[in-house]
């Protein structure tokens, strides 16, 4: 089965940039998706296909994804940003579809 | 607004199965277009992906999940469950509905979560 590796926690100050991996085999043929989780909360889509945004999430969230890392990439980095993050991939053949989930990154912002 | 909202048995006892039930407003199930997923999260632990099913009945499970899974949908109530069988502590989690979009595949609206916990 497909893996997808995060890094457990990472660490910003504020105003700075954070930068949130996602490794996985040749992931950059996938489309990658990140999720934005905090206490308590169901988590909420932040980008999709990469690097689109939904309406509603600011533009300091963007993403990016080539060869084997997809990254998430949070400019000006505000408190309300502290959160779980997970990416996410869809992986498909011709015997399982399956949805596979990173093990979440935690951002502290100090 | 589409909307999701699980409703179910906060405490099953072991051995027994687990039912949940997602019931979506806002939008139709029948409409086409998305898949409608069961995802967990056990406490302090990440995101599981548990299966999903299309309006038409086609589903795909998590092959750790399979054999104790069941998800069907009810599109006249606009509503889709879950069942999972002989439940452990193990199977202790939040468990969200989630849509997903089809051939993207990415979630774009979750229920708030429920607590299911397994003990007798």
């Known amino acids: 089965s497909y893996v997808l590796t995060q890094p457990p926690s990472v660490s910003v100050a504020p105003g700075q940039t954070a930068r949130i991996t996602c490794g996985g085999n040749?992931?950059?043929?996938?489309?990658v998706h990140w999720y934005q989780q905090k206490p308590g909360q169901a988590p909420v889509l932040v980008v999709y296909d990469d690097s689109d945004r939904p309406s509603g999430i600011p533009e300091r969230f963007s993403g990016s994804n080539s060869g084997n890392t997809a990254t998430l990439t949070i400019s000006r980095v505000e408190a309300g940003d502290e959160a779980d993050y997970y990416c996410q991939v869809w992986d498909s053949s011709s015997d399982h579809r399956d949805v596979v989930f990173g093990g979440g990154t935690k951002l502290t912002v100090l | 607004q589409v909307q999701l909202q699980e409703s179910g048995p906060g405490l099953v006892k072991p051995s027994q199965t687990l039912s949940l039930t997602c019931t979506v407003s806002g939008g139709s199930i029948s409409s086409g277009g998305y898949y409608w997923s069961w995802i967990r999260q056990h406490p302090g632990k990440g995101l599981e992906w548990i299966g999903y099913i299309y309006y038409s009945g086609s589903t795909y499970y998590n092959p750790s999940l399979k054999s104790r899974v069941t998800i069907s949908v009810d599109t006249s109530k606009n509503q889709f469950s879950l069942k999972l069988s002989s439940v452990t502590a193990a199977d202790t989690a939040v468990y969200y509905c989630a849509r997903a979009r089809s051939l993207a595949y990415y979630f774009d609206y979750w229920g708030q979560g429920t607590l299911v916990t397994v003990s007798s």
């Open positions: 040749n992931i950059g043929s996938k489309s």
